[in-house]
């Protein structure tokens, strides 16, 4: 069971979009639509931005967005504003009970 | 509204059992409602999932981990535990212990974290 791959550090503009991408295998992400998204800013915990690849908890924004193709999941941040600056972990269930996260990406709002 | 609260050392010594309580206040951990979980996080590093508790029975764990690690409950207390034996200073990190509902493959409520730090 490996982690799921992200990129160390994305980065945009206020007004941009930003699109965070999640690699994983065919155990995990290209079998499952179980993909979640958290954002977690410095000295908290972890907050559910995205569920089952592309829903959204009541209270999240409609500016960020999940999608899915084969092994990769993406999250998509539109119109960024600076409190979206934060870290970025996705999630995965990989069968048999067993779940796995991705390394997290740095989001800097320029 | 549910509320989660780890607990226990904050150092212990490499070669010993890591031991954290989590206490939850405004739900209960009995019943087959929920899973409880167990994540931690290295510093400045990425999430990764210690293992789950069912039913306050069934468990299931990190391949990584398994050999190392005990999950379990206590219902008159309504807390859950994690044990973690002979740590490195590869296993200090923050421990949050979590919830999500079955059926369901993501947390939507987390404890603060607490950190703990492997060094003698």
């Known amino acids: 069971q490996s982690a799921l791959t992200q990129p160390r550090s994305v980065s945009g503009s206020p007004g941009q979009s930003v699109t965070i991408p999640c690699t994983g295998t065919?155990?995990?992400?290209?079998?499952?639509?179980?993909v979640s998204w958290y954002q977690q800013h410095p000295g908290e915990a972890p907050k559910l931005m995205v569920f089952?690849?592309?829903k959204r908890p009541s209270g999240v924004p409609g500016r960020f967005s999940g999608s899915k193709s084969g092994n990769t999941a993406s999250l998509t941040i539109s119109g960024l504003q600076a409190e979206d600056e934060a870290d970025y972990y996705c999630?995965?269930?990989?069968?048999?009970?067993?779940?796995?996260f991705g390394g997290g990406t740095k989001l800097t709002v320029l | 509204q549910l509320q989660l609260q780890e607990s226990g050392p904050g150092l212990v010594k490499p070669s010993e059992t890591l031991s954290l309580t989590c206490t939850v206040s405004g739900g209960s951990i009995s019943g087959d409602d929920y899973y409880w979980v167990w994540i931690r996080q290295p510093p400045g590093q990425g999430l990764e999932w210690i293992g789950s508790?069912?039913?306050?029975?069934?468990?299931y764990y990190n391949p990584s981990l398994e050999s190392r690690v005990t999950i379990s409950a206590d219902t008159s207390a309504n807390q859950f535990s994690l044990t973690l034996d002979s740590v490195t200073a590869a296993d200090t990190a923050i421990y949050y212990c979590?919830?999500?509902?079955?059926?369901?493959?993501?947390?939507?409520?987390w404890g603060q974290g607490t950190l703990v730090t492997v060094s003698s």
């Open positions: 999630q995965s269930y990989a069968g048999n009970y067993m779940w796995v």
């Open positions: 979590a919830r999500h509902v079955n059926g369901k493959y993501y947390v939507n409520y």
């Open positions: 508790l069912y039913h306050t029975r069934s468990t």
């Open positions: 065919s155990s995990d992400i290209g079998t499952y639509n179980y």
């Open positions: 089952d690849v592309t």
